[in-house]
């Protein structure tokens, strides 16, 4: 992976993270195929409407709805809400960080206001100022997801070892597999260590149990790393928990491609054995595997 792809890896994590942690208010899910009532009186009443909208993915009139109520309640819980909506939506940026930057100054420890301030600043590239937010940030809260979106500031400050010291420290106290994941991304798509990476993520599924998505990684790095017994390792594991047979597919034609033609059609029974030949994809790799060994016993004889 380039680095451009990793910060842009890195920033739908970021905003994934954000949208969960600076969300102000917490109701039941919004059902989409009925339209809000009419008549819309109460504070409570705009809320709801504020979070339908934003639910149905229309953050304009969401944004619309909760900087109404800012206006007419001035509570700071609304305009936080507004420059959340503002930075998802890429609008009034420099009008954010302005209120963004009071809000700071009349509370410095008010973690909210922090979180804020500094993905403004990574969406505005001002690397050096969500640098120093993160490390505010770090020292203030204790909340994982606050500490795991300050290690990205690191990221994209190109300081790539101490957003692995942070996430190294928070991964020890919890041993939580998204840590680990995003510390195997780092070392493996940053550095190359391909090593380290599957150590990491190998020893987190002995020790506390991976899902899929982890194995789905390993599967992906013994790829890159041209590894196929090690591919081979976690797309059987893979294909015994999900019945997803392309992982097994996939490494089957690359040891065909390297004319290990025995091992390809050792892989490819195990496909054929549950699923058949009706899918046109195993039914043509399984002729070229047959072809090669075909050809491979002819010329032994």
């Not at 019945?243 to 290990?260: C, P, S, T, V």
């Amino acid at each position: 992976m380039s680095w451009g792809r990793l910060v842009l890896w890195l920033f739908a994590v970021l905003l994934f993270l954000f949208v969960l942690l600076v969300g102000f208010y917490k109701f039941a899910a919004v059902d989409n195929s009925k339209s809000l009532p009419l008549d819309i009186t109460t504070e409570d009443d705009r809320i709801m409407q504020g979070l339908w909208y934003e639910d149905s993915g229309d953050l304009n009139n969401s944004y619309r709805v909760f900087n109404s109520l800012y206006k007419d309640t001035k509570s700071n819980a609304y305009l936080l809400e507004d420059i959340r909506l503002s930075l998802l939506t890429g609008t009034r940026l420099n009008e954010s960080e302005i209120e963004l930057e009071k809000l700071h100054k009349e509370d410095p420890k008010e973690t909210k206001v922090l979180r804020l301030l500094m993905t403004l600043h990574l969406v505005q590239k001002k690397f050096d100022k969500a640098k120093s937010e993160a490390e505010k940030l770090i020292l203030l809260s204790k909340d994982k997801l606050d500490i795991g979106v300050a290690s990205d500031a690191f990221i994209y400050a190109n300081e790539p070892n101490r957003a692995l010291a942070i996430l190294n420290t928070l991964y020890n106290e919890e041993h939580d597999e998204e840590i680990a994941m995003r510390m195997a991304t780092i070392l493996y798509d940053m550095y190359k260590e391909s090593k380290q990476a599957i150590s990491l993520l190998e020893e987190h599924d002995r020790m506390y149990g991976g899902s899929d998505e982890l194995h789905v990684k390993l599967y992906d790095i013994y790829v890159s790393s041209n590894d196929l017994d090690g591919a081979y390792k976690f797309a059987i594991r893979i294909y015994n928990e999900t019945r997803d047979w392309q992982y097994l597919n996939d490494i089957a034609m690359k040891y065909y491609e390297i004319n290990k033609c025995d091992k390809a059609y050792e892989i490819m029974k195990i496909i054929v054995e549950q699923n058949g030949t009706s899918d046109q994809r195993i039914k043509i790799n399984l002729d070229k595997i047959n072809s090669c060994l075909k050809d491979k016993n002819s010329k032994k004889q």
